[in-house]
């Protein structure tokens, strides 16, 4: 099993800037893909952007040009610089990782969510 852990969330004006960071707590695992999700208070979770083990990136629409997904494999970190910040941007951020161990393979992944950093864009 992999737990994760997201950090970065605070509190910025509209137009800043934060830097969300995942890690995970073991090395004992291989990648088929990692996510960052988000939800607002009262609205559902959204897809906010994914990269694969190639570093291949995809961004939801209204996201695309403001927010990089990165990762570091040494370190095993995931990372979300979130630029240009609206306020409509509040609300908690999710990191999850598709992975599998041992002698498995991704065509049938695990998942694993971590606990959510809190981003709150004030105007």
């Known amino acids: 099993q992999v737990d994760l852990v997201a950090s970065g969330g605070g509190s910025v004006e509209a137009v800043g800037s934060l830097k969300l960071s995942c890690a995970a707590s073991?090395?004992?695992?291989?990648?088929?893909?990692k996510v960052w999700y988000r939800q607002a208070l009262g609205k559902e979770r959204e897809f906010v952007s994914t990269?694969?083990?190639?570093?291949?990136?995809v961004y939801s629409d209204d996201v695309n040009g403001r927010l990089t997904i990165s990762q570091d494999y040494y370190e095993n970190m995931l990372y979300l610089q979130m630029n240009s910040l609206k306020t409509e941007e509040t609300g908690v951020y999710y990191c999850?990782?598709?992975?599998?161990?041992?002698?498995?393979?991704?065509?049938?992944?695990?998942?694993?969510w971590g606990q959510g950093t809190l981003v709150t864009v004030s105007s």
């Open positions: 990269i694969t083990t190639a570093s291949n990136t």
């Open positions: 073991t090395t004992d695992w291989s990648s088929c893909g």
């Open positions: 999850v990782i598709l992975y599998y161990q041992g002698a498995r393979d991704c065509s049938l992944p695990s998942g694993a």
